[in-house]
């Protein structure tokens, strides 16, 4: 069985600084890892995904993660915050052959401070 | 541009009713889903369908269904509403093959009281 648990509830940063949010997956057979944004009153939106190619990703917005296979991590990072990027942020795994099924983390609200 | 849409996107019912929640989606995604999000739960898989007349119950489906008699819509039922079931719902839709990359609805947010 596949899991997501993210790190963090609430993390706030001040605008300019680094964002790190924290994912951690269990699968037991190789995962497809996912960053989803939620913005308020919105539904969500793809950030960036992993699928077993390269173990950086780029996603939208300035946002990239790594695949960390012997940390089982999928952090989620950008260099300098901008008030924009104040929303929830859902990590999420899906396994081949099931056909897209989500496995959602808890989700993390990330404030940006001005 | 093809969307998924949902409705309503507000919705109050009283307990015991039967509520049904509309997606339809323009993809022409054979992949829906249907999810609903709780605080300090993320989002938890209802049920799904990979094509016409194919159902699956998800990790939380007890006192929900779904039918697909076209590509194009998902309903969900509410046999017979709870105040547990007061949630925010999202429907997504993925194409076969592509690992995971949904899109979603706006969602609805249903209170039962």
């Known amino acids: 069985a596949q899991s997501v648990t993210q790190l963090g509830s609430h993390v706030s940063v001040s605008e300019g600084a680094l964002v790190l949010l924290r994912c951690n997956y269990s699968s037991s057979v190789p995962p497809y890892l996912f960053w989803y944004v939620q913005y308020p009153n919105q539904g969500l939106q793809l950030l960036l995904k992993?699928?077993?190619?390269?173990?950086l990703v780029k996603g939208i917005n300035g946002f990239e993660a790594e695949f960390k296979k012997s940390e089982t991590s999928f952090h989620l990072t950008k260099p300098s915050a901008h008030m924009s990027d104040a929303a929830e942020y859902f990590c999420a795994v899906s396994v081949q052959n099931q056909g897209g099924k989500l496995i959602f983390g808890q989700g993390t609200e990330l404030s940006v401070k001005p | 541009d093809a969307e998924i849409t949902q409705s309503p996107r507000h919705k109050i019912t009283e307990t015991g009713r039967q509520v049904t929640l509309a997606c339809h989606q323009t993809w022409n995604h054979n992949n829906m889903f249907w999810y609903r999000q709780d605080l300090g739960h993320g989002l938890r898989l209802i049920h799904y369908?990979?094509?016409?007349?194919?159902?699956n119950k998800g990790e939380v489906s007890d006192g929900y269904s779904v039918s697909r008699s076209n590509t194009e819509d998902l309903p969900l039922t509410l046999e017979s509403a709870a105040s547990s079931q007061t949630s925010v719902y999202f429907c997504a839709s993925s194409e076969s093959g592509t690992p995971g990359t949904a899109f979603f609805g706006q969602g609805t947010r249903l209170t039962v009281v």
């Open positions: 992993y699928t077993s190619a390269a173990t």
């Open positions: 369908s990979y094509g016409v007349q194919d159902t």
